[in-house]
């Protein structure tokens, strides 16, 4: 089995995650590359401050440190606005602290990136502490097509600071969205021995207990209520619990638990579309419309704003309106192209493949998606940008294998291989896995396409495939257990919409 993660030179120190390194073969290439940046790296004095109290800085505005500090804490408790405008003020209070404008970076890639104070991070680089320049270069790496930079520099952060909360917390959580929630959860759960009442650490594991291998949502609604006690007032705490309530099926607990959050911030826009999308699932399509319309009259980007669009369109497939729902579709489609909002028109166009009527016209609308890109895209990361073409050159290659075209589905596999292997992105490489597991399935080769598909079961299409490979093996157990796990993975998506459509047709 062809592993790029082998090739990743991704190193997690053991002590931090209870197993066993990744990719420690490699790790003569990691000590070369620390030994250049020490000796490229120029002598910065340190001075008396210091992040958190831990982490020296170059800044010698008080003012300064302490917008970065505020814009962390905002961060980590997933304020992301409040983070962005904190992180403005301490470029202002002092225009050459690198850190400053790497965090700024940081927090906008989560929203509308911003390219600007990237690269002014990457241009104040050499002005930082040594301590600092690692949390830069973490920071500003993650946001670059080529991830190994990253991964080295984490692992520096976390050799240097083993015990620091918020360095534990900030790379868990990028963990997290790297698909790796395992080790993610470790860590998490490490920042909890450190300090049992961190807030942020407590919300991630709320999801990450869903996502493991092995979901406990009886862990991860624990973790959440216990967040909601430390953070009484708070709207972000009742939308986590809320969203975990949805993903567990307990749909009626869920709208409660939306309905706390818009109690204490009517415009908090992630809860009102929590709360649409349960109401979606639960079929109470006239409700779910309004607070659609709700979402998007309080939505300050026209990403949020799309994307609320975008999901009331998919009220009518789940009426069973496709017709409308495609015309719907059309028609944002225009309007998202219309307003250069890269993040919508992946989204809309990517959907509007999956719901192709055939299998030209899917291939048509892939194609013009890829072509979109093909290059760099303003208003988005190059990291997103590689995501999304993984996740087009994944789904032609499971339609491409469903209809017997092994040729072309070996393509699509082989350009998955390629950029897996030039990004070290973890995403990529478990995109490029569950592809190849398509490719294998239809070649007959079960066993070997089971294994390639299991790197991939937070996507509820890989992971009915999954289901299919272990029934054809015999592995009636497994097929069990993975029939548990899909079921957290309910969601008001596309994706989750053909599942449960495949599901109930043949239950008829």
């Known amino acids: 089995m062809n592993r790029v993660t082998a090739r990743c030179v991704l190193l997690l120190l053991p002590s931090l995650c209870g197993g066993q390194s990744w990719a420690q073969d490699a790790a003569p290439h990691v000590e070369e590359a620390r030994a250049r940046t020490a000796t490229a790296s120029p002598h910065v004095a340190l001075v008396p401050q210091r992040l958190f109290g831990a982490i020296p800085i170059s800044t010698h505005s008080d003012e300064a440190q302490k917008f970065v500090e505020l814009a962390v804490d905002k961060y980590e408790n997933n304020l992301l606005d409040d983070a962005i405008v904190h992180a403005k003020h301490a470029t202002e209070s002092d225009p050459q602290f690198a850190l400053a404008y790497a965090f700024l970076s940081f927090a906008a890639r989560r929203g509308t990136p911003n390219a600007n104070a990237l690269a002014r991070a990457k241009a104040l ?21 080529d991830l190994l930079p990253a991964i080295m520099a984490m692992n520096d952060l976390l050799k240097r600071y083993p015990k620091d909360k918020h360095v534990l917390y900030l790379t868990s959580e990028w963990l997290y969205f790297q698909q790796d929630y395992d080790r993610a959860r470790q860590m998490m759960e490490t920042t909890l021995q450190i300090d049992p009442n961190f807030p942020p650490a407590l919300n991630m594991l709320g999801y990450a207990y869903l996502e493991t291998g092995n979901p406990d949502p009886a862990k991860a609604i624990a973790a959440l209520k216990r967040y909601v006690e430390l953070q009484p007032g708070q709207p972000n705490p009742e939308d986590s619990l809320g969203k975990v309530l949805s993903y567990a099926g307990e749909d009626q607990s869920s709208v409660e638990h939306y309905g706390e959050a818009l109690q204490l911030d009517p415009t908090f826009i992630a809860a009102r579309v929590g709360l649409a ?97 093909q290059g760099p895209v303003a208003g988005m990361t190059e990291v997103d940008r590689n995501a999304s ?120």
Request: glycine fraction near 6%.
């Open 125 to 145: 680089l050499p002005l930082a502490t040594p301590e600092e320049q690692l949390l830069i270069r973490w920071m500003t790496s993650i946001q670059d097509g």
């Open 277 to 373: 999308d349960t109401l979606t699932l639960m079929g109470d399509y006239s409700n779910a419309r309004d607070q659609y319309d709700r979402a998007i009259s309080v939505a300050e980007s026209s990403r949020d704003r799309l994307h609320a669009e975008y999901q009331k369109a998919l009220v009518s497939l789940w009426e069973g309106h496709l017709v409308e729902g495609r015309k719907l579709l059309e028609g944002l489609a225009e309007k998202a192209r219309a307003e250069k909002e890269p993040y919508a028109q992946f989204e809309i166009g990517f959907a509007r493949a999956l719901l192709a009527t055939n299998a030209v016209d899917e291939f048509a609308r892939l194609k013009s998606l890829e072509s979109f890109l």
């Open 389 to 508: 073409l993984g996740s087009i050159w994944r789904e032609r290659a499971r339609t491409y294998a469903s209809s017997g075209e092994s040729d072309a589905t070996d393509q699509a596999v082989h350009q998955l291989e390629e950029l897996a292997a030039h990004t070290r992105d973890l995403v990529i490489e478990n995109t490029y896995e569950s592809a190849h597991g398509y490719g294998l399935f239809a070649q007959g080769e079960v066993a070997n396409a089971a294994d390639e598909l299991a790197t991939d079961l937070h996507n509820p299409l890989v992971l009915r495939q999954f289901i299919l490979a272990q029934e054809k093996l015999g592995n009636s157990a497994g097929a069990e257990a993975s029939r548990t796990r899909l079921k957290y993975l309910r969601a008001s998506t596309v994706e989750w919409l053909l599942v449960a459509d495949s599901a109930s047709n043949k239950a008829h």
